[in-house]
Structure formats: C-alpha cells, structure tokens
C-alpha cells in the first residue's frame, strides 16, 4: 500500500522506521497533534513575494485553500518557491520561467506530498507550475491569483497594461506631458491581482481552466472578490479528491485537452505567449502541439470575447458575463466536452451544473455574433521562418496583413534603442521593421521585445508590420509578427536581412519570405560575425547550453519528455 503523509518519501538513513519518527517528532514542534500528522498532505505552493504585485493578496488565497484541505480530511501545509514577478526582473522573466519550473518539480518529488495547490498568476509562474507539476505527476489543482480591477481616469476606465501602452504612445507622439503621464502612473494597477485585460496572465488562466486543471469559473473571479476566496476554498477540497482518486495531471492534460485549450485560447484572442507555455507544458508530458494545429483550430475558431488588448472589456466584465464556462456554452459541441478535469466530472457535467451569469456588459458573443470571424492567430513559415512565426490577426491593422515592404533593420535590443528615435532614421509608414537577436539564445530570454516602437519621426503613425524572433506582451496590438523560428542567433535568416531587403508577408498564404538572391545571402552568411562565446558559470550557462527554440516551447531540452518514454 503506498504511504500516505509523512511517510512519504522518507529522509535517507539507512532504517525507515528511524526516519519515520525523527520526522513525526519534528513536525510535532510545529504543534500538529499526532491525528493531523497522520492525514495525507497537500502541499499549498505559494509564489507570494514583495517582489510581485500581482501576488500580494496570496496569503490570504492560501488560507482559504488551507481551510478546504481541513475540510476534506487533509493536513495543508505551505511551501515557498520562486517566484517571477514580470515587471521586476531583468533581463526578462522568460529568463527564469524553465528554472522556476525546476524548482517546483524537484520540491514537489522531494518532500513528503501526497497532492499539490499551485497558486500563482504573474504571466510565467503559471506556466512554470504548471511544467514542473506535469513533469512530477503528482495530483495537483491550479489556483489562479485572479485579475486586478479596473480604475478611471477623466472619465475612461483604465488598466493595466493595454491602456500602459496606449498612453505610453501618446506620450511618445507627445500628446500628453510628463506631469499626466505621473498621475497616469498612479492610476493604472489599482488593486492586488494579475493584469486586468486578456493579456498573459489571463490567458495562462483561461487556458489552464480549458485543460482541466482548475475550478470551473476558476479563471475571471477578480483577486479582491469574496468569489475567489470561496474558488480557493472549493480549490482545497477538490485537491483530497485527486488524491482520493489518484488523478494526476497525466490523466487530465491529454492531447484533447490540449486542443479544447488551444480552442479557447483562439476564441478569447488571447496572448501569443500561451502559445509558447503550452507547447512547453505538453512537451512535458511527451505530447508534440504543432503549430499548424494552433492554425487549423484557430482558422475554425472565431474571437467571441469583447476584451482588450483586442476587444473593450476588462476581465472583471469576463467574470460577470460568465467567464470560461459560459464561453464554453457558447463553443457547445467545437469543444470535446468529454474531458476529464480536477473535479473528477467532464467539462459536460461540470457545464450542467453551473449557472453562468450575464453581467451589464455584453462581454461573450455567440458563434453567430462574432467579435472577430476568422481565426486569431495564424502561422507563417516561409525561408524566414522554415520553423514557424506566429501573427496575432485579431489585434493586426487588416491591411497591413498581406504586402510587401522595404526592411528597416535594428541588429539588437540596444541598436534599437540607440536608433529607433533617430531624425536622420531612413523609415517609411509602409516599411516593415525588423527586430534581429532578440530570440530565445539572442537577447537572451526571448524578451517581450516584438511591439517596436513606431519610430517618432512617423508622427501620427499607429502601426505598421514589425517582425522579429521576440515574443510580446499579451496586452500590445498591431502587426506584429513574433517567435521567428530559428532565431536569427542560432543561423535563422532573420539574422541576414539587412536594411532596404524586400520582405514579403501573406497571411492568406500563410507566408513570410525575405526576397533576396540565394548567392547574396550565401555572401552575407559567410561573412558574418561569428556569436559572443556562452556564460562561463551559473544558471545563465545552463540555459545557454540548454534553451530550445520557440517552436518547442523555448523548454530546456533534458526537460521534455520524448513521446515514445513510459509514462
Ligand atoms: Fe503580473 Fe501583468 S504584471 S500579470
């Protein structure tokens, strides 16, 4: 019989029983009775740090989860791990989301766990935890932070982070000074919880309740509603039952899981950084997402929810209009309902049971009444991107998504910064910008880098096509085309455009192609400057040494789980 609590995975010393009562004598000091030692233990992973807005009501999310577990007959016990805080960490989150994945799954296998709550929201901890608990494939429920509220600003709701940007442009161009832009500042993230619009953090959310992995409604409940509390109390019950049950995220996160997520993520027209997280996470459990399967279920799926970056909405408007299970009424049958989720129930009988509500705001549309009809996100590939590029079309400029356009090139992050704002820069509205060295191994962490700046000679300019092996952030707009596979670091053809190239973007064909001799290029390759050599030591050298492309979920390689392994 396998041992429940404490006596799981027992510190080695050579006498079990020994182990086994220096253990219970230990946990005792922390003032347990010995009838709540011997219940089984639900690890509670808590990313709160002072270092992470977003997670500053986590406490109290934790003891209403705790309060569930006690409830069901468990003994909750928390335990810290990393946590990535997006805007405060340099040179990107993405840097740490493979070794926040790693730290959860070793800390999960290590310790005496019969079942884990990860809670979490930022845009990479989802994500992370959710890559190291497949990989530990111990019974596990996701508890997201929930999204912050929106606020007003001289007559307009606001928040963060579309309207960031939208102001930030505007300061730009010049139409607001320094001192709006200060009390600006100050208005945009008004309460504790994730980005208020269907940026990352909202799309990792939404995507995760599609795969199963969290309490239906689990997703929109805004952070400082009473809902959330209850959500992570019924979080914490649910958690004895995968235990109880011995459901572990293997069996609930499979191939058809994935595609109900990708479908999802499709009709919310969320962030291009799901993209990159699930291919990660199912790589983890040995299943390969393509990318043309992201195209096909995108092209059949069309945008049904009114939100920005792409819509009006703000998630607090998701939450009253119904959020996902009432999204998943909507897609009825395009769903495959027969799922299994963390309730033990498939996402048909959870939908039977819950009553969505319809707010003030008319937020999901029907099949019929679409926000946007055709699909989302389209895949490009073509000699710049033989792997893959990916174009967000619900948040392009329609006629900006097929043509051909003269190349501006910026060779860095830096060469952009440095250029970018140049008077003598020789730009067109009608050229494309390029972004090179900016991918996974180029910036490296493949920053959120792909929204270039509109250049401020072009005054008046809203958008125009950029391109780059970057990713971007989920709440930016325009038409951009991101995640260029290879990167131009790695000898992709990003890397030889040069400035005044001719590019060619179809989106009807679904093609990227840089229109330039094959002799000429042969040239500039040989020419070329060969890389900066690796990091001598520490994390950043094993990242160099092990960080895929995005095509394969920017995963280390010695993490993903081969297809043909034994579960
Ligand atoms: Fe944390 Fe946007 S900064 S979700």
């Known amino acids: 019989m396998a041992k429940k609590g404490l006596g799981n995975r027992l510190t080695q010393y050579g006498d079990e029983e020994f182990a086994l009562y220096l253990r219970r004598s230990f946990a005792s000091s922390m003032g347990f009775s010995r009838e709540a030692l011997g219940k089984p233990i639900i690890g509670i992973l808590n990313t709160?740090?002072?270092?992470?807005?977003?997670?500053?009501?986590?406490?109290?999310?934790?003891?209403?989860?705790k309060r569930g577990v006690w409830q069901a007959g468990g003994l909750?016990?928390?335990?810290?791990?990393?946590?990535?805080?997006e805007v405060f960490l340099s040179p990107t989150s993405m840097m740490y989301r493979n070794l926040m994945s790693m730290d959860v799954e070793t800390m999960i296998k290590a310790q005496p766990l019969d079942g884990v709550v990860l809670v979490g929201g930022c845009d990479k901890t989802l994500p992370a935890m959710l890559m190291g608990a497949a990989s530990a494939d111990l019974p596990c429920i996701v508890l997201a932070a929930g999204p912050m509220l929106a606020n007003q600003y001289q007559g307009e709701r606001v928040g963060a982070c579309t309207d960031c940007r939208r102001f930030w442009g505007m300061f730009r161009r010049g139409e607001i000074d320094d001192d709006e832009i200060g009390v600006i500042e100050s208005r945009l993230a008004p309460t504790a919880g994730t980005c208020g619009v269907m940026g990352t953090a909202s799309t990792m959310a939404c995507a995760i309740e599609a795969l199963g992995m969290m309490v239906p409604g689990g997703a929109a409940a805004p952070a400082v509603y009473a809902e959330r509390l209850r959500i992570a109390e019924e979080t914490g019950v649910l958690a004895m039952g995968l235990v109880d049950a011995g459901l572990s995220p293997s069996k609930i996160m499979t191939t058809?899981?994935?595609e109900n997520s990708l479908r999802i993520?499709?009709?919310?027209?969320?962030?291009?950084?799901?993209?990159?997280h699930l291919t990660a996470v199912a790589g983890r459990l040995g299943i390969n997402l393509e990318l043309e399967h992201l195209d096909r279920i995108s092209s059949e799926t069309p945008v049904l929810v009114d939100l920005k970056p792409t819509g009006e909405g703000y998630m607090e408007d998701f939450f009253q209009d119904g959020g996902v299970p009432a999204l998943m009424q909507a897609l009825g049958d395009r769903l495959d309902q027969g799922c299994l989720t963390v309730t033990r129930r498939s996402i048909r009988e959870n939908l039977e049971t819950v009553r969505p509500n319809r707010g003030v705001r008319k937020i999901i549309h029907s099949i019929q009444d679409p926000v946007y009809s055709s699909g989302a996100l389209a895949v490009l590939r073509g000699n710049l991107a033989p792997d893959g590029a990916i174009l967000k079309c619900s948040a392009a400029t329609p006629s900006l998504l097929n043509g051909r356009g003269r190349a501006v090139v910026f060779s860095s992050l830096g060469d952009l910064a440095e250029r970018v704002d140049d008077p003598e820069l020789d730009v067109r509205p009608e050229d494309f910008l390029v972004l090179q060295n900016a991918g996974p191994v180029g910036a490296p962490g493949m920053p959120e880098a792909g929204y270039l700046p509109i250049p401020k000679k072009l005054k008046g300019v809203k958008d125009m096509v950029r391109i780059s092996d970057a990713r971007m952030s989920g709440t930016a707009f325009g038409t951009i085309v991101l995640h260029v596979s290879p990167?131009?670091?790695?000898?992709?053809?990003?890397?030889l455009v040069r400035s005044g190239d001719l590019i060619e973007l179809s989106v009807d064909k679904r093609s990227l192609n840089?229109?330039?001799?094959?002799?000429?290029?042969?040239?500039?390759?040989?020419?070329?400057?060969?890389?900066s050599p690796q990091p001598k030591r520490g994390y950043e050298r094993l990242y160099h040494r092990s960080i895929q492309q995005a095509h394969l979920g920017a995963d280390f390689d010695f993490l993903r789980k081969e297809p043909e392994e034994e579960p």
């Open 265 to 276: 993520l499709s009709a919310i027209g969320g962030s291009t950084n799901a993209i990159i």
């Open 487 to 495: 990167e131009s670091a790695v000898g992709g053809l990003l890397g």
């Open 256 to 258: 058809l899981a994935f």
């Open 48 to 65: 709160y740090s002072e270092l992470n807005n977003c997670h500053r009501h986590l406490p109290e999310l934790v003891q209403a989860v």
């Open 76 to 85: 909750p016990l928390e335990f810290p791990t990393i946590s990535l805080g």
């Open 514 to 531: 840089l229109l330039v001799e094959d002799d000429e290029l042969a040239a500039r390759k040989a020419s070329q400057e060969p890389r």
